[in-house]
């Protein structure tokens, strides 16, 4: 089951955020038909998605939003403290590899542009904030992210192997606290530069408790462990919601030339139809 590891290591000086998200990403392949290196670039956004999950517990809906001008265009990622995520590429059907290493150009896909990140407390004011694409690698990119917009020194590792489907799909976050020592930061360093990849380590056997006891040194204070899901949630009553902030003329010729709508949830592609009457009952209650 996927999941999201939090704890704290080093004697309190790190925050450490483990996650396996294999099922998560697998799922959103099969919804959107995303294509590998698509797959690759939606999957890291959506385990950032998932490693971020404990980090706000005052019911914010957090959404991350990457627009770069390589072939995928916009992916969107929306989560919510609960544990679901759901998330929309703009262009499922890209597959590009590195012509040197031969892995997925993730990268090159995304291209230059823009990381933002919402954060809605829905009773109180709402955060945005963007940086500049670093890599387009997602890893590389939510590193400068927090460590520039959050004030947060980091360092974030995310991973996507596919195949004929998703094998396997997780990672992690170490962030320092403001206590963090030299000596904690070193150790870290040289833990760091003898990683082999997310993936890597998933493939050897590992689980999310091996690498989050591999990050600490064996230091680690488990937290917490939350359950990750892709959930949509779209329903035809939030659907009906948006048609009423319709013009009249518009509604009119959806009843008249068109006989109906259908609308087609861009998250999980669920079709909701509404007949003349339901339009025509949308009218009234406008009024």
Known sequence: MDHVLIATAYNNETRIYVASTKNLVEKARIIHSTEPTATAALG???TVGGL???????????????????PIGSMLV????NGSLRAYIKNPGVYIKNNKTGKLAVGMAVG?????????????????????????????DFTYYFTLS?????????????????MYAGGFIIQLLPNASEETITKIEEILSKLTGVTNMFKEG???ID??????????KLLSTTTLE?????????????LMKLDDEFLDKLINEDNGAEIVCRYCNNKHYFTVEDLNKIKQKKK
């Open 211 to 220: 690498i989050l006891k591999l990050l600490s040194g064996g230091t680690e």
């Open 112 to 140: 230059n542009g823009t990381l933002t990140v919402l954060r809605d407390p829905q009773l109180k004011n709402a955060f945005i904030s963007s940086v500049a694409l670093q890599t387009g690698e997602i890893g590389d």
């Open 78 to 81: 929306d989560i919510n403290n």
């Open 52 to 70: 971020m999950v404990p980090m706000y517990k005052d019911n914010s809906l957090v959404t991350l939003k990457i627009e770069g001008d390589g």
């Open 206 to 208: 590992m689980n999310t």
């Open 230 to 242: 892709y959930h949509c949630g779209c329903t035809k009553e939030y659907y009906e919601t948006a």
């Open 44 to 46: 890291r956004l959506l």
């Open 150 to 166: 959050e004030q947060t020194p980091s360092s974030v590792g995310v991973g996507v192997l596919v195949g004929n489907e998703v």
